[in-house]
Structures are given as C-alpha cells and as structure tokens.
T-cell receptor
C-alpha cells in the first residue's frame, strides 16, 4: 500500500458543481496533512492545512477521518479557475524532525463551462 | 506569507553544461530546504535535503556528485546539475520551512526551474 494514495482522475465537472476528492494515508500516527494545488508547469501552492478534524476556507472544506485514515477535499460551486492538480501531502514520520513530505500522485480536476 | 524564490525559472542549454539553480527564502530563515524533481504527469520526487552549514542528505538513487547542493546561509541553497544530459531535463523545485517551524508546519515552494538539455 502506498503511503499516500489519491485517485489521479481526471475529474471532469461543470461549473458550479460540487466535487470531492479523497486521499488515504497508511501511517495511523500521522498528525498533520496538507492540500496543495499545482497548476500545469507551476509550483505547488498551499491550499489548506489540516491538523484536527477538518478545516474550511470559503468554497473549500477539508475533512479528516482518522478511523478510516483518509482526508477529503470538497470544492463547492466549482469555478473554471479551480482546474488544477490537487496534491495530498503528509509529513513523513520517523526519527528526528526531518521535514520530509510524502506526496500523493495528485488528483486532476477539469472544470468545464 | 512566507515566500521562496527560485532562479532561474527556465534554462535551455547544451548537453555537458553545468547548471546552477538558486533557492532563496525571502522573509524567513530556513535551516532546511528540500530539492524535488518532477517529470511530466508525475508527482514530486524528493532528491535531497539541504542542511545549512552541513552536507546535504540525498535520497536513494540520487547521485550526489551529479547534483551538488550547497546551503551556505540560512536563506540560500543552490543545486548544481553537473554535466547535464537530456535525461536530466525536468522541473526542479525547492521548498523550505521556517527555522522555528515544527515538523507539522507546511512548507513553501519556490517557483520551480524548468531545465531543458538539448
């Protein structure tokens, strides 16, 4: 099982739709999680951090389910500009505070007019 | 918010050339920076961890003599791709986190450098 796993998609949705992505992680001891957004040929940009049960920022909601070991990202009222790849990222646990991140494969979202 | 700057953003050069990429933290000090490589349609792959004032830690399969890393100050790390060949063509991205940031704090990424070797 991969340490961080995402459905690569693509998810094709019409403008205004609500779409949700899931990300599963293998280490039950993980405490923090991040969603990054990456546009084509650009660097990843932090979208949301999740430290407890969830987080909400405008049209974006992230939820954490520790029992099932997954994090979800919900996007409401999709905009054309939401088209991107969404990366689920989990800090690696282990000896010391290495700061290493484990990246999911990314989920591609295409919002159509 | 924290800003990480990477330079150059695009490099095209001949095979055999060495290319240096800079990564700077603009408004915070970073004892640790990370260098990633990303091939088309793939996720980021960590190449090495750059530690200020000490040797970099390389991931398995990454040649340290090929990818030279220098982290001479708390705000600057450099990656030099020595004698680059077409297979080294990729998108190179650095990231950094604040010196005072705990392990669970997010990292901030540089703009990335697109390297094309002819």
């Amino acid at each position: 099982r991969k340490e961080v796993e995402q459905d690569p998609g693509p998810f094709n949705v019409p403008e205004g739709a609500t779409v949700a992505f899931n990300c599963t992680y293998s280490n039950s001891a993980s405490q923090s999680f991040f969603w990054y957004r990456q546009d084509c040929r650009k660097e990843p940009k932090l979208l949301m951090s999740v430290y407890s049960s969830g987080n909400e920022d405008g049209r974006f909601t992230a939820q954490l389910n520790r029992a099932s070991q997954y994090i979800s990202l919900l996007i409401r009222d999709s905009k054309l500009s939401d088209s991107a790849t969404y990366l689920c990222v989990v800090p690696q646990l282990g000896s010391g505070n290495t700061g290493k991140l484990i990246f999911g494969q990314g989920t591609t979202l295409q919002v159509k007019p | 918010g924290a800003v990480v700057s990477q330079h150059p953003s695009w490099v095209i050069c001949k095979s055999g050339t060495s290319v240096k990429i800079e990564c700077r933290s603009l408004d915070f000090q970073a004892t640790t920076m990370f260098w990633y490589r990303q091939f088309p349609k793939q996720s980021l792959m960590l190449m090495a961890t750059s530690n200020e004032g000490s040797k970099a830690t390389y991931e398995q399969g990454v040649e340290k003599d090929k990818f030279l890393i220098n982290h001479a100050s708390l705000t600057l790390s450099t990656l030099t791709v020595t004698s680059a060949h077409p297979e080294d063509s990729s998108f190179y991205i650095c990231s950094a986190r604040s010196q005072t940031g705990a392990g669970h704090q997010p990292q901030h990424f540089g703009d990335g450098t697109r390297l094309s070797i002819l």
